[in-house]
Each structure stands twice: as C-alpha cells, then as structure tokens.
C-alpha cells in the first residue's frame, strides 16, 4: 500500500529538490567560466548587451557568445482579491500547512502538475480551463492527459475564466 507523505515532508522534499537544481546549474555555470547576471539585458549589437541590476546601475557586456535565459515567475490574474484570496505555485511550494479544496487557474504545464499531486494527496482539487489544456502541446495528448486526471478525481471547469476571488461564507 502507498502512504501519502504528509505535507510538511512533500513541502520539504519539493524545496530540497528545488535548492539542488538550482546549485547544479550554479556549480555547473562556475566551472565553465560563464558569467552569470541575474539583470534586466537589452541587445546594443550582436556581441553585446547592457545590463541593468536591481538597483538600476546599467553596464555594457561585449561577449563572443550571449545566452538568453529569462525563465518565468508566475502572476496574479489582475482581479480583485487575487491577492488576498489566491497564490501562485511559487507560493503552494512555500505553505508550511495544506491547501486543502483548491482551485487551481489555467491549464499550463505546472497548473496541471499542481492540480495533479494536489488531487493525489488526497485534497479536492478543480482546474479552471478558459481555452484549452497545454497551449503549444499536442492537442490529442493534452486531452488524454485531462481525460487521466479526470479518471483520477481532478475536476476540471471548462470555457470559464474568474472574474474576483471572494472568501467563502463559512
């Protein structure tokens, strides 16, 4: 039988995996002698870029070689009470207690890998699809990949998109 880890232990084991991800890229950026800006860049000509760090300070970098890397960060929707009454994934990872009943926005790649482990842990779990599921993905596999999910008890709202985030009268 399969025991469910608890939610500290899942929350502990995601933020390890995460810290040793983040220090191989590190450790492996080091060793190739790559010079790393974590910046703001815009391109002036084939070889350079200028960056500008946090505190708004802007250099030139000339390069034979200029690797983009922007990676993404997720947002808030823009309606009201998404910030009082919603998180992002970033957020789920960090939550020292479980989400319970969770609704989960978008149908994305980590929206449905949260809705997904969300489900498996046990808690009741609905992913809200405006459009359809893994946008730049085959269609045929996406839909098989809800139709999985469903067989294993994660709701989905097709066609509908929130308008505000409100807490529940209990």
Known sequence: MNEKPSWPTMVDTVQK???????????????????????YASFIDQHTIQVEDAKGVKTLVTAERIIIAVGGRPSYPGIP???????????????????????????????LECAGFLTAMGFDTTVMVR??????????????IA??????????IRGATPVSLEKPDL
Do not use: C
């Not at 995460?18 to 010079?35: A, E, F, M, Q, R």
């Not at 459009?131 to 098989?144: K, N, P, T, W």
């Open 17 to 39: 995996h995460i810290k040793s991800l983040n220090w191989g890229y590190k450790t492996d950026v080091i060793k190739l002698k790559i010079k790393y800006f974590n910046a």
């Open 81 to 111: 009470g998404d910030k009082e009454f919603g998180i992002t994934s970033d957020d789920l990872f960090s939550m020292k207690k479980p989400p319970g009943k969770t609704l989960v926005v978008g149908a994305s790649y980590v929206a």
């Open 131 to 144: 459009s359809i599921f893994l946008r730049g993905f085959d269609q045929d596999m996406a839909e098989m």
């Open 147 to 156: 139709q999985h999910m469903e067989w294993y008890h994660t709701k989905f």
